[in-house]
């Protein structure tokens, strides 16, 4: 079996990343009725509200794959290998020597929500579950007490590119839930609601209802032990795309709510009398209908709201606890069990070429992607 880097070096940026608690950037004025409370602008990591601990947008464009499914040898030439997060002929390595991607690392005490909207995902973890998922597809996946994975990024197409994009996000547990069972579940790009709204003018907005519920689009439950299975938390995921010129409102939630707006492709945002140049991320009083018009071209705005937790968060590295004492806790038992231990010949793990989206669970179910 292939050594391992120090996964403390591993979890240093990107998918499997360190989380940033507090934002930077200096709020607004509020404006009438506080309806926009800050605007900031979005860098690698975006900033995130309570139940949110961190969200990062990957776009990669990866070029055909060779017979390992990684980029061909002279692609590789004049990189950090193992840790690769500077953009070079379109694309990153990240922690990967071969495939691109994230070898195999621990996680305690979180969720991590992976939405893929081109390319392919390489599924695999301590429990033995595996998978194939991408392309609208997303994995939402319960670390509770402790569990290995691996995310890489197959790239199978051997004649053409292999574009990559995708959102992971990462959910805080309740401290009541923090020690939950190890849990992945499949949401099916064909599953997943689309809600379609044609304003006054006849222009249009998809919005992808990941989580919660938006106009009698109820979004697939999340696994049993989220933050998100309880209604009354109002946990939302929305992508959001527009065409130019097109007018939306997104309906309010209560007063107590937190919600930000990720503008991360277009070219302006009109709302509440400004206009936000992309690649701003925007929070808002969820407790407002917010009205918003794109103005210069289409767009597409990432929304995350939820009640906050409002516990103590003490995060290092791939370990989100309440106490310090329980991050230790939480490094001790990594360091004695592994979590299980790995049970896959490699972790960079990729399966064959030749297969399509499915998903092997630890109990033995398979699912074929749909």
Request: aromatic share 10%; with cysteine.
């Amino acid at each position: 079996m292939k050594s391992r880097r120090d996964f403390f070096k591993q979890m240093s940026m990107g998918l499997a990343g360190s989380i940033a608690l507090s934002g930077a950037g200096k709020p607004l004025e509020p404006t009438s009725k506080n309806m926009i409370k800050s605007i900031k602008p979005m860098g690698f990591n975006w900033d995130t509200m309570d139940p949110f601990l961190f969200c990062v947008h990957h776009e990669d464009h990866f070029p055909e794959g060779d017979e390992h499914m990684g980029p061909k040898a002279q692609f590789l030439k004049g990189r950090s290998l193992g840790d690769d997060f500077i953009i070079k002929d379109g694309f990153r390595m990240y922690h990967g020597d071969k495939v691109p991607g994230f070898p195999g690392h621990p996680h305690r005490g979180f969720e991590t929500i992976t939405v893929v909207r081109k390319g392919l995902v390489d599924h695999a973890d301590s429990l033995g579950a595996a998978g194939r998922y991408g392309e609208g597809d997303v994995q939402w996946m319960t670390a509770g007490k402790g569990v290995q994975h691996s995310e890489m990024f197959p790239l199978v197409k051997a004649t053409e590119d292999n574009p990559l994009e995708l959102f992971q996000i990462w959910l805080n547990l309740p401290a009541k839930n923090k020690m939950t069972e190890p849990h992945f579940k499949m949401l099916w790009g064909s599953q997943i609601p689309k809600y379609r709204h044609t304003d006054a003018s006849g222009k249009s907005t998809n919005t992808e209802v990941i989580a919660g519920s938006l106009h009698g689009h109820t979004a697939p439950s999340p696994p049993p032990g989220s933050w998100a299975a309880d209604p009354a938390n109002e946990v939302a995921v929305f992508n959001i795309q527009m065409e130019e010129g097109a007018e939306f409102t997104l309906p309010k939630a209560s007063p107590h709510v937190n919600r930000m707006l990720y503008f991360y492709e277009g070219e302006t945002l009109q709302l509440a009398g400004k206009q936000i140049k992309n690649y701003h991320c925007i929070e808002v009083d969820a407790g407002q209908d917010l009205t918003f018009q794109v103005l210069g071209g289409p767009a597409k705005i990432l929304v995350l709201q939820g009640k906050p937790i409002g516990e103590q968060v003490m995060q290092y590295g791939p370990f989100v606890m309440n106490t310090k004492a329980e991050i230790q806790q939480a490094f001790d038992d990594y360091h004695r069990t592994q979590f299980v231990g790995w049970p896959w010949d490699r972790y960079d793990k990729v399966h064959d070429r030749k297969l399509g989206r499915f998903a092997q669970h630890a109990d033995g179910r398979f699912e074929e992607g749909v």
